[in-house]
């Protein structure tokens, strides 16, 4: 039963927790009248209205300064900043106390609001100040190892060696109640709606989703293994078939993937399906969700979302998470470059060309930059061509040897190039010279400032490839995962092009950032065997990984699809129009995938290796 306030104990008394209001930083504020607690007020909500009341609060010692007589200290906790102040003259004792505090001390002060003369109007409470007439101190603190502000002195080890520290710093803490927020947000939404929140297990049987499993061993069942889930992908469908029809979980998935930066080994997801569905339907219900979660959260309106094919996406943006904010779009020049007896584009099996605007100006230096930066081993391409479209409708190129002003203009026309533009041409493999050109329109438009972090283009991404070729195997392996059903057009391409079979799956992109995929599923026993024939596997691996699921096809599975929110990113995008998950998780992991603080992973003994049944080589 759901009540509208409710009693939450909490240290041995009373938070009374109130509905949130429209446009107030936080949602839950204590109320007023806590006699047993430790605290009156929190250190963020006194003001004027306040003057002349006697209060307790407790909190951290952030900075003191001494002014003759006086003393004044900035006491801080979760909510705010408040001044203290300890007048020698009227109290020596209690003011040679608090010269002695040290920074983050922790305390608790009695005394009554006053007025201060000196306001600070950049903070809630900084029109009064409390004239302190007792002082007890709760905890004392060893000097931390980095200043506890906004801009901290602390390097990245340090402050994730120390996070309980880094987590009192402003910008990481209101990180951690936002994304609350946000988790609070997506449930009102999606409880809304009707989805019913079921956990999954942890300890299961591999769910692939193209990265390599964490592993738990069995100590009761000596040599064998749970892995932990990449994602609750097979439970939540096995749920549909359960009958449950709309369900989400707020979760976390765990890969071993080669650590990059921004990716973590253990994530969240918000987790969703829905049974009696098609593709439209799932588009709608969570296009709703993430214009919700916007609206309560940044008070941003997002409009109707475009979408696009994943063809298109490749064609115009040179990848399958295209970045809205601006224009630049990839033309393809391969039919108007090719034959002027310059080897390079002859041969190519594709050129293609972004306009810069207002980038003919650009010296040699400039130009030799960004040919340097498509010949990182990263992006692999062999070069760069240029054409500057001057001023005054002539054209300078790095390939003028080859080419006339008539075809340079004919190349400008193909590109959209207006004067004063310059053209940016990648010649080579397909793939290869898109993920160049895609590369360097983003790093463009970053130099001319077009990808302003508060302007927010989301779209849908449409018609992903079902399979596509495994780079070290050869092989074919599914692009989202092998429950993902396809066109039934496409069928046909099962035996002449699998790389041709389009998919029902489809992706959330936002400012070039994927937030997440989906698809809609296979219900059907056949039609998933031939899927997992398709991605090579053998009849016996079929049955001894996935019987659990293909029996299940066979008791009455309903029609189903779903989709999955990469969690830390969806909130690190809306919160911070950037993607820096770390900021946003409370104990994230390192780089190296290292916890820091709890330094793990660590080796274990050998008396629990031996219980596990885990062999011990000792060298
Ligand atoms: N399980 C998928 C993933 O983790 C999402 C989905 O298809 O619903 O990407």
Request: aromatic content about 10%.
């Amino acid at each position: 039963m759901r009540r509208k306030n409710t009693q939450i104990p909490c240290i041995g008394v009373s938070y009374s927790i109130m509905p949130a209001k429209r446009g107030t930083e936080f949602l839950y504020f204590r109320s007023l009248t806590l006699k047993q607690m430790l605290r009156t007020h929190t250190c963020g909500e006194l003001t004027l209205t306040n003057v002349s009341q006697a209060v307790t609060l407790c909190g951290w010692v952030h900075r003191t300064r001494e002014m003759g007589g006086l003393t004044f200290i900035d006491l801080r906790d979760r909510y705010g900043i408040t001044q203290l102040v300890f007048n020698s003259d009227l109290d020596k004792v209690l003011g040679e106390k608090a010269k002695k505090l040290g920074r983050e001390y922790v305390i608790q002060v009695t005394g009554k609001v006053v007025e201060r003369s000196n306001k600070n109007l950049k903070i809630p409470t900084g029109e009064i100040e409390i004239m302190t007439s007792s002082l007890q101190v709760l905890n004392s603190s060893k000097v931390p190892p980095f200043t506890l502000e906004d801009d901290t002195d602390g390097g990245d080890e340090l402050r994730m060696k120390y996070r309980y520290l880094d987590l009192r710093r402003n910008m990481v803490k209101n990180n951690l109640l936002n994304r609350h927020k946000v988790a609070r947000a997506v449930r009102e939404y999606l409880d809304g709606q009707g989805f019913a929140d079921i956990e999954t297990p942890f300890l299961i049987k591999s769910t692939p989703e193209g990265a390599r499993d964490f592993v738990v061993p069995s100590r009761v069942n000596k040599g064998e293994f749970y892995a932990l889930p990449q994602s609750p992908q097979t439970f939540k469908q096995l749920l549909m078939v359960s009958g449950f029809d709309r369900y989400y979980q707020i979760v976390r998935c765990f890969r071993d993937e080669d650590l990059r930066a921004d990716r973590q080994p253990e994530f969240t997801q918000i987790d969703c399906e829905m049974a009696f569905v098609e593709q439209e339907d799932v588009l709608q219900m969570f296009e709703g969700m993430v214009k919700h979660v916007f609206q309560k959260v940044r008070n941003i309106e997002l409009g109707t979302l475009p979408r696009m094919t994943y063809a298109d996406a490749l064609k115009y943006y040179g990848n399958d998470k295209p970045d809205m904010r601006f224009g630049m779009l990839l033309h393809d020049l391969t039919g108007v470059v090719k034959g002027n007896g310059f080897k390079v584009l002859d041969d190519a099996e594709y050129a293609g060309a972004i306009a810069v605007p207002g980038a003919a100006e650009y010296t040699r230096k400039q130009t030799d930059e960004l040919t340097e930066f498509v010949k990182r081993p990263q992006i692999g391409a062999k070069g760069l061509i240029y054409v500057k479209c001057l001023a005054d409708g002539t054209f300078k190129s790095s390939v003028d040897k080859f080419y006339t002003e008539a075809d340079l203009k004919k190349w400008a026309e193909a590109a959209e190039a207006k004067a004063g533009d310059l053209i940016l041409l990648v010649s080579g493999e397909l793939t290869v010279a898109r993920r160049a050109l895609s590369e360097l329109r983003l790093e463009m438009g970053d130099r001319l400032g077009l990808r302003n972090k508060d302007v927010y283009k989301p779209l849908w991404v449409l018609d992903f490839p079902l399979l596509e070729k495994d780079k070290d195997s050869g092989g074919w392996v599914a692009c989202h995962h092998p429950f993902t059903s396809w066109k039934s057009e496409d069928e046909q391409y099962f035996e002449t092009a699998p790389g041709k079979i389009r998919a029902n799956a489809y992706d959330f992109v936002l400012n070039g950032v994927e937030l997440s995929s989906g698809s809609i599923r296979i219900h059907d026993r056949k039609k998933q065997e031939k899927m997992f024939a398709a991605i090579g596997l053998t009849k016996e691996e079929t049955e001894t990984k996935f019987s659990f699921i293909l029996n299940a096809f066979e008791y009455g599975a309903p029609p189903h699809g779903g989709v999955a929110f990469g969690f830390d990113r969806f909130c690190s995008m809306i919160v911070s129009g950037q993607e820096n998950i770390r900021d946003f998780i409370a104990f994230p992991k390192n780089n190296a995938g290292r916890d820091t603080m709890i330094d793990t992973p660590s080796s274990i003994s050998d008396a629990q290796l031996k219980e596990l049944g885990i062999g011990i080589e000792h060298h």
